[in-house]
């Protein structure tokens, strides 16, 4: 997961919109390809809740000799959020007041804080322009966001959500929390750093698996089949195996914190209404949806495409639920490559 990983700080200050200020703010990013002289052949990709900036690994299939990313052309980044375990600001960053993780004294933060983090960045290194911003899910609400905070994006490919995070969303995500903070580890969330897989996340990764895939999904995958002799049907083998897997690489914390980050998402939250916000950007946005995703459904794509002056929604037909924008990567490719070279096609 480290490989190619470079860490560095924030030159400035990071502030969250709770007005926290950090006066160092680690950043974990992973790059391909080259500048252009003007700064501005740049992909950024965005990563979802459990994601982290080495996107060749979670989103292979568009670094492919056919997919949307070519290193060749483009510089491509992706950065780690704050409030990860993966190398950036996070609840297990140093104090420097008190020389302890920041555990629960990390402050909330908000989508819009991922956003500004990564513009920070973004302009510590120059970039001048952006010729696309990509993210599914959590990655979706950044851009989304990016391209209502920042003019450089010159066109947006949205996954699997929405304009804000509906109340089926925050219930599941609560749920989740609930059996992090039930975990007798947790202990006021104060439990030792690397003490282990902590079952409170594994009950969470469990629950979240459900909801990223569909029923269907699942009835061709396990049906009603055996894992052993005691009588363990193989769906709670594969979701007790998810479960510890993410448990041994991914901070209660963290979960906590980046999820009700998902929960702050709202693109109206202080703002104008859906429409006016949605209306004032200019670029082609192309939005994806997933016939089986119950996490985020369709509805909500085909929502937020149609508030967009140029937005466009294109539906993958696929068993996969919410997990289908990591799976999927032929018809993703089929969809966004199109959208891309059309939009050059406008702008030559």
């Not at 895939?213 to 089949?225: L, V």
Request: proline share 6%; glycine share 8%; hydrophobic share 35%.
């Amino acid at each position: 997961m480290n490989q190619g990983i470079n860490i560095t700080e924030l030159e400035s200050p990071f502030i969250t919109e709770s007005g926290f200020r950090f006066e160092q703010a680690p950043v974990a990013y992973k790059t391909w390809g080259e500048l252009n002289p003007s700064r501005d052949n740049v992909i950024v990709i965005f990563h979802a809740l459990t994601g982290h900036a080495a996107a060749d690994e979670w989103f292979s299939g568009i670094f492919r000799d056919s997919g949307v990313c070519d290193p060749d052309k483009h510089f491509i980044i992706c950065i780690n959020v704050p409030g990860s375990c993966y190398g950036s600001l996070g609840p297990q960053t140093v104090s420097p007041k008190t020389g302890e993780p920041y555990r629960n004294d990390f402050p909330e933060i908000t989508i819009r804080d991922m956003v500004r983090f990564q513009q920070q960045f973004l302009d510590q290194l120059d970039i001048n322009g952006l010729e696309l911003v990509i993210g599914g899910s959590m990655g979706g609400m950044q851009a989304l966001e990016f391209i209502i905070m920042d003019r450089r994006p010159r066109s947006a490919v949205l996954i699997a959500m929405g304009k804000a995070h509906t109340p089926w969303a925050i219930g599941i995500s609560h749920a989740q929390r609930t059996a992090i903070m039930g975990d007798p580890k947790w202990k006021g969330g104060d439990y030792p750093v690397n003490d282990g897989p902590f079952n409170g996340v594994a009950t969470a990764r469990m629950m979240a698996m459900i909801t990223y895939r569909a029923p269907e999904d699942y009835n061709r995958k396990f049906g009603r089949k055996l894992q052993n002799e005691d009588g363990q049907f193989q769906i709670e083998s594969y979701l007790n195996y998810q479960g510890e897997k993410l448990a041994k690489r991914m901070d209660a914390h963290t979960y906590i914190t980046l999820t009700k980050a998902m929960d702050s998402h709202d693109i109206a939250r202080g703002r104008d209404d859906y429409e006016s916000i949605l209306n004032r950007i200019e670029i082609p946005v192309q939005v994806i949806g997933i016939t089986s995703d119950h996490l985020y459904p369709v509805s909500e794509q085909r929502e937020l495409a149609d508030l967009l002056p140029r937005g466009n929604y294109t539906e993958i037909d696929s068993p996969s639920g919410h997990d289908g924008f990591l799976i999927e990567f032929e018809k993703l490719n089929s969809i966004i490559k199109p959208f891309i070279q059309h939009k050059q096609l406008q702008l030559a």
